[in-house]
Nanobody, 126 residues
């Protein structure tokens, strides 16, 4: 079965940092781009970051640009997202999903991303 397992969330004070992890199984990981998304209660899903299959392309959403770093280790079938200078508005459930490219992440439609997994809760206190 294709699976993406997000972890690393938690409760953190504003200004702190978190490192989220997405571990994949059941498919050829290095053939797929991985995107991170988040959704807060009552809000639409928002793209956070995306990394291409080789790791050569990285894309960041405006809300985290400049304070986040996405990386991947294809030997461990994993993608990490480091988010610094956390703000209360970063509070959301964070999901990872796969696609062949980051193209629809860039366009904002996110069409075609699949295998979403259960997500990990990030709560930032003020």
């Amino acid at each position: 079965d294709v699976q993406l397992q997000a972890s690393g969330g938690g409760l953190v004070q504003a200004g702190g940092s978190l490192r989220l992890s997405c571990v994949a199984s059941g498919f050829d990981f290095d053939d797929f781009a991985i995107g991170w998304f988040r959704q807060a209660p009552g809000k639409e899903r928002e793209g956070v970051s995306c990394i291409s299959s080789s790791g050569g392309q990285t894309v960041y959403g405006d809300s985290v640009k400049g304070r986040s770093t996405i990386s991947r280790d294809n030997t461990k079938n994993s993608v990490s997202l480091q988010v610094n200078s956390l703000k209360p508005e970063d509070t959301a459930v964070y999901y990872c999903a796969r696609h062949f490219t980051c193209g629809t992440f860039v366009s904002g439609s996110y069409y075609g991303f699949d295998s979403w997994g259960q997500g990990t809760q990030v709560t930032v206190s003020s």
